[in-house]
């Protein structure tokens, strides 16, 4: 099984939030970067810009295009990437755990840490 992102590549993805359910991860990188192969969880996609990249699984390559502002699904999977474009990437994902189960702690309102 490949890295996680934050040990593999930790000049491009970082830890914002974590806990027993969830973690953030944010990622940036410049036109021309590359990512060693690293795996993903289950995860929400955020894209805070526009970009384009390639991803790469063995025999498996697939170019991506999208927009600023995108939010979408991520299966569970391994790649390595490359920023094809020209702008800068800036993603989060929100990773899923598998444990996440309910935490029975009740009516909350508002966000909790």
């Known amino acids: 099984m490949a890295d996680d992102p934050v040990a593999s590549n930790p000049e491009h993805y970082r830890v914002v939030f974590e806990n027993d359910r ?3 991860l944010e990622y940036h990188d410049v036109p021309g970067d ?7 969880p289950d995860s929400v996609m955020y ?13 498996q390559e ?3 295009e999208m927009a600023a502002g995108t939010t979408g699904w991520l299966p569970a ?9 020209d702008t800068p990437t800036h993603v989060l994902f929100v990773e899923l755990k598998d444990d ?8 909350v309102l508002g966000p909790v840490e």
Do not use: M
């Not at 590359?34 to 993903?40: E, G, L, W």
């Not at 999977?77 to 474009?85: D, L, P, R, S, T």
């Not at 996440?100 to 009516?107: I, K, L, M, N, R």
């Open 22 to 24: 969830v973690r953030v």
């Open 100 to 107: 996440a189960a309910a935490s029975g702690a009740g009516p």
């Open 77 to 85: 999977q391994e790649h390595h990437g490359e920023n094809i474009g």
């Open 34 to 40: 590359r990512t060693t192969p690293h795996a993903h």
């Open 47 to 59: 894209t805070l810009s526009s970009f384009r990249r390639r991803l790469v699984n063995g025999d």
């Open 62 to 64: 697939r170019e991506v």
